[in-house]
């Protein structure tokens, strides 16, 4: 009566599509939860265009739920959309003010150049949003016979995450179906901890990181602490590759609470640049959403501290202000952190930071997030500790900078998190499906939850 199916983050951690669906006597209606765009190696499906086509059915698809603005989450709806999608799309209220931002970025880069109709299709996403406020009630469907609600709670993982509690009623019978979406590290700077459903029948569940668990908040803090001290030591630049949303506002968060801490002359002397227009972008509208801020965040602010966009931070937009950062960089002395995108180093302006001061012992790569094989930021952190170089751009670059990796700053919950997650349900669920991982997190993960839990743990294949 109540399907669950999968069309995505089945065989790797992207591509995240759901549709749940309730067939009564009469024809079915369903909802999508996330329809999101296949990335990095999991591209290899196939040919990339077969990854961006809707290749189910939609004509019984009555609303899209969106967990997060993750591209991995939202960016095959430019292609719903194509497909015929005509119901709303369902999301939290800072989901709805970023959704359209990350869209018009991904539409720019793999849809079309023809400014006319980006804005169509934008027009088109903005008139379709429905913010719904966390913790809230919203029904999707009453058909007589069936009816669907959802509500939308914290999920920690990006400024407006969530996770969707799914009401679903038909004759008689009714069934809380869960969709963890991304679910956030509880120690996270910034946003509040997600906490674990009251209810779930049946859950499905990310695994990311279902076969580890990060360093802790402090060690992260420590091993951060420690390159900056380099770079001010000898003033050096720490080139950290990021992505748009999330990492670059923890790590702007985590640097503007090391400077308070150490404070004095030195660590007033870094300087801190975000090269990038689109983190930039983010980085102001987490700033003007602090009431989605967690109980520490909030007392910095109260205090009269600004995290986010405190004196020593400089936001670069223009191409030629950032070519003329990274020349001044490269000849002068001063320490300076410079957050830029992509974060595996494959193309973004990252690159031509590389380029100019691998070579120099002074200067620092941190890597804050998952370096995929293939990468230049895969070949960095294998190669450069031990004097290698790595190929940007068709041209060899000998590296003698330091590399380091930080690996908390991922948003993600490690596999304790998950299960404690699951562990706070009052009823364990009767099932349990994992989805979004590699095969291996995905295995351990079930592991983890068979020993716990006397409950159908279910891996689905599409
Ligand atoms: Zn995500």
Not at 150 to 174: N, P
Request: glycine fraction near 10%; charged fraction near 25%; aromatic fraction near 6%.
């Amino acid at each position: 009566m109540f399907q669950i199916l999968h069309h995505g983050a089945t065989s790797g951690v992207t591509g995240s599509c759901h549709e749940l669906t309730l067939s009564g006597t009469g024809s079915p209606s369903g909802i999508l939860i996330d329809c999101g765009l296949f990335q990095g190696q999991d591209e290899g499906r196939g040919a990339s265009a077969d990854d961006l086509a809707i290749d189910f059915s939609i004509d019984h698809i009555r609303a899209l739920v969106v967990t997060h603005v993750h591209i991995d989450h939202v960016g095959r709806i430019p292609y719903l959309l194509a497909a015929g999608f005509e119901g709303p799309i369902i999301c939290s209220e800072p989901s709805a003010i970023m959704l359209p931002e990350i869209l018009e970025d991904a539409l720019k880069i793999g849809f079309t150049r023809d400014r006319d109709l980006i804005e169509r299709v934008l027009n088109l996403i903005r008139f379709r949003l429905v913010p719904v406020p966390y913790g809230e009630w919203h029904e999707v469907l009453d058909d007589g016979e069936c009816s669907l609600s959802v509500r939308l709670q914290r999920a920690g993982h990006i400024l407006g995450s969530a996770y969707v509690e799914c009401d679903a009623r038909c004759d008689g019978l009714e069934e809380r179906i869960v969709f963890s979406g991304d679910l956030g590290a509880p120690h996270a700077p910034l946003l509040p901890a997600p906490e674990s459903p009251e209810r779930a029948d049946r859950l499905v569940i990310e695994s990311t990181y279902g076969d580890k668990d990060h360093e802790d908040r402090e060690t992260r803090r420590y091993r951060l602490k420690a390159v900056l001290e380099h770079a001010l030591e000898d003033g050096g630049t720490v080139m950290v590759p990021a992505f748009s949303i999330g990492r670059t506002q923890e790590l702007l968060y985590e640097i503007e609470s090391l400077i308070h801490e150490f404070g004095g002359e030195l660590w007033n002397d870094l300087e801190i640049i975000v090269d990038s227009p689109l983190a930039a972008e983010f980085t102001r509208i987490y700033g003007d959403l602090k009431p989605y801020w967690d109980a520490e965040a909030t007392e910095l602010v109260r205090q009269g501290r600004h995290p986010l966009s405190f004196e020593q931070l400089t936001v670069i937009n223009s191409h030629n202000d950032h070519l003329n950062a990274v020349d001044y960089l490269a000849r002068s002395h001063r320490p300076c952190v410079v957050l830029a995108g992509s974060g595996m180093c494959a193309g973004g302006r990252i690159v031509n930071y590389l380029k100019a001061m691998l070579g120099d012992p002074r200067n620092d790569v941190l890597f804050v997030g998952y370096q995929a094989a293939g990468t230049p930021g895969r070949d960095i952190l294998k190669h450069g500790p031990r004097g290698g170089w790595v190929e940007l751009d068709g041209e060899r670059f000998d590296i003698r900078a330091q590399i380091h990796q930080v690996g908390g700053y991922s948003a993600h919950a490690g596999q304790s998190d998950l299960l404690r997650f699951v562990e706070g349900i009052p009823l364990p669920p009767r099932e349990i499906r994992i989805v979004h991982g590699d095969e291996g997190a995905k295995q351990a993960l079930k592991r983890c939850f068979q020993s716990a839990f006397d409950t159908d743990i279910i891996i689905p294949t599409e």
